[in-house]
C-alpha cells in the first residue's frame, strides 16, 4: 500500500478490510457522503489523527451500523431489533431505557461510567479551538477565561459566581438585567452615604438571587475558549449533544423528513435539531453576560462587542453553523496573514494553504466524536461499585450480623 496525502487512495485498503460485511458499492458511495467517513481517509502524518485500536473499531463499527462488541455477556434478542442487545448492569434506567444500543442512547443518559467519555469530549473539543487557533498569528486564545477577566474586571470574581448562572431561569435574567443597571447608576453617584446606601440595595438584592436555591442552580458559568484579535473578539461554548435521546427523537425525525422531502436548498442545509436546541438553550445561557457586553460598548468600556458563539456538535459528527463560523473566523484571518506576506519559498497558494486548514479543523472535530463515543461506549452498561470512586450499597445490618454470628 502506498503511504499517500490522498484520501481516495486509502478507499481500497478500508473496503477491503471489511470484505465479509458484503457491502455493495452503492451503500458505500452514500456512506461516502456522510461526515462520519472523513475519519478513515485522515492523515495518518498528523498525530492527532491517529485513533487507538479500541476507538477504531468503536467508531468503525457505529459507522457501518453494527452492534458493539459484547463486553458485558447479558446479550439478548429484542422484539423490533436484528442484533442482540446487552442491558446496562447499574440501576439507573429501567425497562427500554436500561438496553445498549448501536448508537449509544443509553450512554448518553446520564449512564455513569460513560461520563468520563463525556467530559473528555468536551475537553477535546476546547482544545481543537486552542490549537486551531495558535496556528493563526496574530490570534490570541484562552481556554476556559474567567468571566470577571472577560468583562475587564467590571465585577469582581464574587459578583460574577451571584449573577451568572450555568442554568437561569427567565426571572432570574431579568433580574440579572435590573441590578446590572442598578450597579451602574450606583457607579455615576457622587461619593457619599446617598451612593453607599444604593451599593448596599444592589448588594442585597444580588444576595437574594442565591438564596433558596439548589446547589445545580448555584452552578456559575464559565466560556470555553476566548479568541481575540485585535480588538475583535470571538467567546465559544463549545457542546456536543445527542440527537437521538429520548426528548429529541421526535423532532430529529420530523427535520429529517423535512430535509429529505423539501427541494429548498435552505430547508436542505438546515442543522440537526438537537444542534437548534442546543444553541437556544446556550443562548439563553449567555442573555445576561450578552447583555453586559452590550452595555459596556456603550459605555465606552469596551472598543467592540464580542461575538458569542455556542459550537454545538452532534455525537454523529454533524457539525453546527457554529462550528462553521468558527471556523471561518480563524480561516478568513489565517488568509488575510497570507496574502499579506510575499510569496512563499515553498510556492504554496494561500488560498490551497486555507482550504487544507479549514478541512483540518472539521476533521479534527470529527475526530473528537470519534474518541467520545469510543470512550463512552467502553464505559457504558458497567456496574456502579466498578466506577472510581463509587461503592456498591453496605449490606443491611440483619444481613450483617447473620453472616458474623
Ligand atoms: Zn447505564
Known sequence: MRCTRSGRRLYTPISARVPVLALTKTWWQRAQRTKGNTVFFARLSDHDNRL???????????????????????????????????????????????????????????????????????????????????????????????????????????????????????????????????????????AGQDRDAAAAAANAKMEALNTNITQKDRKSVRLDVQLCHGSDELLIDATITHSLSKSARQAECKRTLERLQSGIARVKDLPARAIETARAKKQRTYGPLVYILKKQVVDGRRPKEPLVEPMAVTTFGELGPGCTLVQEWLAMRLKAHLLAQSARPDGRDPAKITGRFRADFRLAIVMVCARRAAAMQLGSGLPHASIRGLRPPAPAVDDFIAVNT
Request: charged residues 30%.
Open 52 to 190: 487507538l485500536p479500541e476507538e477504531f473499531v468503536c467508531w468503525t463499527r457505529r459507522f457501518l451500523q453494527l452492534p458493539p462488541l459484547t463486553r458485558l455477556g447479558n446479550a439478548l434478542p429484542r422484539a423490533h431489533y436484528d442484533y442482540d442487545m446487552e442491558e446496562c448492569l447499574g440501576e439507573h434506567n429501567e425497562a427500554e431505557d436500561s438496553w445498549l444500543d448501536i448508537y449509544g442512547t443509553h450512554d448518553n443518559s446520564q449512564c455513569a461510567p460513560t461520563m468520563h467519555g463525556k467530559h473528555k469530549g468536551h475537553t477535546l473539543l476546547k482544545y481543537v479551538v486552542d490549537r486551531f487557533a495558535r496556528m493563526v498569528p496574530g490570534v490570541r486564545s484562552q481556554v476556559e477565561p474567567h468571566t470577571h477577566d472577560i468583562l475587564d474586571g467590571q465585577y469582581s470574581e464574587a459578583d460574577c459566581r451571584r449573577l451568572f448562572r450555568k442554568y437561569p431561569s427567565a426571572a432570574h435574567s431579568k433580574t440579572v438585567k435590573e441590578i446590572t443597571d442598578e450597579l451602574d447608576k450606583v457607579r455615576a453617584m457622587p
